[in-house]
């Protein structure tokens, strides 16, 4: 997909990740708090209801910061971190987790990824959906 000067800035807007990523939400076991990017604002409660309880309940079991983030295709990328002195971080258990959590909300992340791709991309949505349908 080419990107077009507009869709930069837009994606600036959102706080591009060095690595061209957007965080649409988080959790941090280590200070213990909860994130939720507020351009995304418009997402229906109960799915940003939905992705806290998921990063909540990542952190609470691996530990780490747990991040749900857009690559720049729009699809979604779930990372996973820790502190470079936690011990206590099980990096595989933490990556079977992650995989979990993907394969049991790949609905869920479908969504939110159409919905990133329809209103921040500005990608034409009856494409979008004829592509799912495929």
Not at 49 to 61: A, G, N, P, S
Not at 66 to 83: P, Y
Not at 104 to 122: E, G, N, P, V
Request: glycine fraction near 6%.
């Amino acid at each position: 997909m080419k990107k077009t000067d507009e869709t930069i800035k837009e994606a600036e807007k959102l706080g591009l990740l060095p690595d061209g990523r957007v965080v649409l939400c988080g959790a941090n076991a280590y200070d213990q708090k909860y994130w939720f990017n507020p351009v995304f604002q418009k997402i229906p409660e109960s799915i940003r209801e939905e992705l806290r309880i998921i990063c909540v309940l990542f952190t609470q079991e691996a530990g780490g910061i747990f991040t749900v983030e857009f690559e720049d295709d729009g699809e979604i990328f779930l990372r996973t971190e820790c502190d470079e002195d936690d011990i206590t971080w099980d990096s595989v258990s933490a990556g079977l987790l992650s995989g979990e959590i993907r394969r049991k909300r790949a609905d869920l992340f479908a969504a939110i990824s159409l919905y990133y791709r329809a209103t921040i991309l500005h990608e034409d949505v009856s494409a979008l959906l004829s592509e799912e349908d495929d």
